[in-house]
């Protein structure tokens, strides 16, 4: 399958993860054509409508996609943050856990893991994020996030709540 989308040069092969009938594999230029620019729409349009961060990074750790909603977490314009890289926003990672995490994400093609990120106006937030590795376009990564910050100040609570209890008694 040859496509066109952004980030990958015209001609150039990717996957866009859709399982293709033996029809549609032999369907003529123009449908396929007409099938793939459908496919890559409605991609666009999940990941702009989606209640979670997106984010698909460089090899390099560099942004170069971001959604709305990753926008409004953090509180930087889509343009700020595609200047940004990964250790711009991770208010916790060192870089020795950042390599660990890359390695691991290279090894199992997928990754899930919670981090501590800082917005704009240097506030932290609490983030779960879903990372898969796409050799197929470029080597980006692609990054779901998914703010946690209530449910970790809950479990914080909860537990100096029980220590308190513990020591009562």
């Not at 946690?148 to 709540?161: A, F, Q, V, Y």
């Amino acid at each position: 399958l040859q496509g066109i989308g952004q980030g990958v040069a015209k001609g150039e092969p990717f996957k866009l993860g859709v399982d293709f009938s033996p029809d549609l594999a032999e369907a003529p230029g123009e449908q396929l054509h007409a099938f793939v620019i459908l496919a890559l729409r409605c991609f666009g349009l999940g990941k702009e409508t989606a209640m979670d961060g997106f984010c698909r990074v460089g090899q390099d750790g560099r942004l170069l996609e971001v959604n709305q909603a990753y926008c409004r977490m953090t509180g930087y314009s889509e343009n700020e943050l595609l200047n940004l890289g990964i250790s711009d926003l991770d208010a916790s990672e060192t870089p020795e856990e950042m390599a660990a995490n890359i390695q691991k994400v290279l090894a199992q093609g997928n990754h899930r893991f919670e981090r501590k990120h800082r917005r704009k106006n240097g506030s932290g937030f609490y983030v779960e994020i879903s990372i898969q590795h796409q050799p197929e376009m470029g080597g980006s990564f692609f990054c779901f996030l998914r703010d946690i910050t209530e449910r970790i100040r809950s479990e914080n609570k909860l537990k100096k709540s029980e220590t308190k209890y513990r020591t009562i008694m």
